[in-house]
């Protein structure tokens, strides 16, 4: 069992003849993820990475059986692009690109509400079940199969994260790097739901950051469904100062809300293991699993 994405996943890259397109459509296809095309308005018909190169979103699900996306699109046209894998039927969409307009993902979220697909992202280092399907960014080598769900919203730390658990032979099942953006698709609990349902998955590391109240909300999650797998959260910015935006573009503690101390706070209130540095996750995790 995975969340979301295993072998049997179909992947479109929107953007497949760019750069980081190119780049990262080779290492997915390297590592067995099942690239099936790509999409390039004004390019259809043609090939690339031996891939077969669509005009809309709409003729490649048609011509492939897609089921997720992966978006390599510059920031004024990535909301367009989601809008289409939407429109086309697309379950899973991965946006990898940062700091798409507010106004822009407002009309995405609302276009979500009204279909079957997920987004992930934006700003997204993607998503991937280790030895089966990787969308995105995610450097593959470093991943081993195991029991650890991982959500995050900052890449680097995830990489940590999956340091720590493979160092204490745990493992990951699936890690979600659930986007740094003020507006983004699915939150730590959405993901925190799919994990509790999911068999592989004994336990799970949660990687917040200042700004927002995503991990609030999944706070109230925990608190109210009382999930029986353990939960290890370490939250990033501890020493950020008020009012200055610390690298994501939702991470900034404004109108006295977004603290990391106070995040953490609220997770441990509902019981939810507090790692009190990075360095600390595994063991954390190990602890609590034994527990």
């Known amino acids: 069992m995975a969340v979301l994405v295993d072998k049997n996943t179909r992947v479109i890259c929107q953007g497949i003849t760019g750069k ?17 095309g790509g999409v390039r308005p004004g390019k259809g018909g043609k090939k690339h990475l031996g891939l077969p190169v669509f005009d809309s979103m709409d003729e490649a699900v048609s011509r492939t059986g897609a089921d997720a996306s992966v978006i390599f699109v510059p920031r004024a046209q990535a909301a367009t692009a989601i809008h289409e894998a939407i429109d086309a ?21 609302r276009a979500l509400e009204n279909s079957s697909s997920r987004l992930i992202g934006p700003n997204s280092p993607g998503i991937i079940t280790p030895g089966e399907c990787c969308i995105g960014i995610m450097p593959q080598e470093i991943f081993q199969r195991g029991k650890i769900g991982i959500l995050s ?26 986007g740094a ?5 699915l939150s730590f609990a959405d993901c925190l739901e799919l994990f509790m349902r999911d068999p592989e998955t004994e336990g799970v590391v949660l990687i917040g950051e200042i700004g927002g109240s995503e991990e609030e909300d999944a706070a109230d999650y ?61 063991s954390t995790m190990a602890k609590a699993l034994s527990r």
């Open 20 to 36: 980081q397109g190119t780049f990262f459509t080779e290492q997915a296809l390297s590592g067995g993820t099942q690239m099936v």
């Open 89 to 109: 039927g697309i379950g899973l969409i991965v946006c990898v690109t940062e700091r798409i307009p507010v106004l822009d993902m407002v009309g995405v979220k």
């Open 153 to 178: 919203r900052t890449g680097t730390l995830t990489y940590e994260a999956v340091a720590q658990t493979t160092a204490h032979d745990l493992g990951q099942s699936t890690c979600i790097g659930v």
């Open 181 to 185: 953006d003020p507006v983004h698709g």
């Open 222 to 282: 925990v608190r109210t469904s009382k999930p029986a797998k353990p939960i290890v959260a370490y939250v990033a910015g501890r020493f950020a100062p008020p009012g200055r935006r610390m690298g994501h573009a939702g991470a900034i503690v404004q109108h006295g809300t977004g603290a990391a101390d106070e995040k953490l706070e609220v997770l441990a209130s509902c019981g939810i293991h507090i790692a009190d540095s990075p360095i600390n996750i595994g």
